[in-house]
């Protein structure tokens, strides 16, 4: 099953699929994958073959990962343009807080009339530096935790376990 949402430019287009009905078809693909080398090929109907770019089958991987778990995926190139909303509720944030941190300068947007439009790419360099940002104080509370005999381990088995979870 697949909901679409395509625009005249396809390039610019937003695709939503869904995992299919019979997860055993999913759950052999994922498989299939996860036991074979990286080097990979498709082959159409009529025998053409051709090789996928280990970036492409990388993304595939992900692609059937998320669905063998139930999850509807969104492929979206990474020049689309969001709304506040659709920004907010990628980033976990309410629009408000958004807002804010647009008008404190924290993501770039154009405002060409009324609403804001931001970029995909930057909204994700902006999850990326909060995440990095998380993970750094993170690992100084645990290494300052650790340096005053709060814990028995190391800092780094504090930080390799949440890695691990991340």
Known sequence: MSQTQLGNNSAHAEET??????????EDIEAFLAGHA??????????????IP??????????????????????????MRLTTSQAADMLGISRPTLIRLLEDGAIPYDQPRRHRILRLDDVLAFKRNQDAHRASLLSELTRQAVADGLYDDSADQFVH???KLA
């Open 17 to 26: 699929m869904f995992p299919p009905v019979d997860h055993s078809l999913i």
């Open 54 to 79: 280990t970036e492409v089958y990388s993304v595939l991987k992900r692609v059937v990962q998320a669905m063998s778990q139930g999850s509807a995926v969104t492929v979206a190139p990474v020049s």
């Open 161 to 163: 376990e949440y890695r």
């Open 38 to 51: 990286v080097q990979a090929s498709l082959i159409a109907p009529d025998g053409t073959r051709t090789d």
